[in-house]
C-alpha cells in the first residue's frame, strides 16, 4: 500500500463566510458546503456534541483546504490571530502561481495584509499575505531562465 496523494488541509475558522471568500478570490473553486453533526462524527475526531459546518475548496490541480466552523463545541483559539510564522504547527499554506503581481494586488484589494516578497535567486519570487483569521498564504512565481 502507497500513499497516493495529500487530498487536503483543514482550517478551522470562526467566519466562514469571509474565509470562503478570500479562497474564491484567490482562485479555489468552492466543492461543496455541508454541516455535520452527531455521535459519529465526534467520535471519528475526538470531540463531544459536535456540529460544525464546512466547505471545501479545490485548486485547479484538485488539491483541498477545507474550511470548517464549528459551532458546538466552539473553536478554541490557540496563540494571537495574527501568529508569527516561526509559531509552532501549521503556519501557512503555499500555491504556485503565473503573475504574482496581479494575484497579490487582486488579494491586497480584497483585504489580505502583505507580509513580505522576495526574489529566490533566479528561480522564484515569493510573497507571503495575511488573510482572514490570521491565515498565512504564501505565493510563489517560478521565474523564466
Given amino acids: 500500500m502507497t500513499l497516493k496523494r495529500?487530498?487536503?488541509?483543514?482550517?478551522?475558522?470562526?467566519?466562514?463566510e469571509a474565509a470562503k471568500a478570500f479562497f474564491i478570490e484567490l482562485g479555489l473553486k468552492l466543492e461543496g458546503e455541508?454541516?455535520?453533526?452527531?455521535?459519529?462524527?465526534?467520535?471519528?475526531i475526538g470531540l463531544e456534541d459536535v456540529r460544525a459546518t464546512l466547505a471545501m475548496l479545490r485548486t485547479?490541480?484538485?488539491?483541498?483546504i477545507?474550511?470548517?466552523k464549528f459551532h458546538t463545541p466552539g473553536a478554541i483559539r490557540f496563540g494571537p490571530v495574527a501568529?508569527?510564522?516561526?509559531?509552532l504547527g501549521l503556519r501557512r499554506v503555499m500555491f504556485a502561481v503565473d503573475d504574482i503581481d496581479a494575484v497579490v494586488a487582486r488579494m491586497l484589494a480584497h483585504g489580505a495584509e502583505l507580509i513580505g516578497e522576495m526574489r529566490?535567486?533566479?528561480?522564484?519570487?515569493?510573497a507571503y499575505m495575511r488573510g482572514p483569521e490570521g491565515i498565512i498564504v504564501a505565493l510563489a512565481e517560478q521565474q523564466a531562465g
Avoid at 34 to 44: A, D, Q, R, S, Y
Avoid at 83 to 87: F, G, I, L
Avoid at 120 to 126: K, W
Fill in 60 to 64: 485547479p490541480d484538485g488539491q483541498g
Fill in 34 to 44: 455541508t454541516t455535520v453533526e452527531g455521535p459519529l462524527v465526534g467520535k471519528l
Fill in 120 to 126: 529566490y535567486g533566479n528561480t522564484y519570487r515569493l
Fill in 66 to 68: 477545507e474550511l470548517d
Fill in 83 to 87: 501568529a508569527p510564522v516561526n509559531t
Fill in 6 to 16: 495529500m487530498d487536503n488541509v483543514l482550517i478551522v475558522v470562526d467566519d466562514l
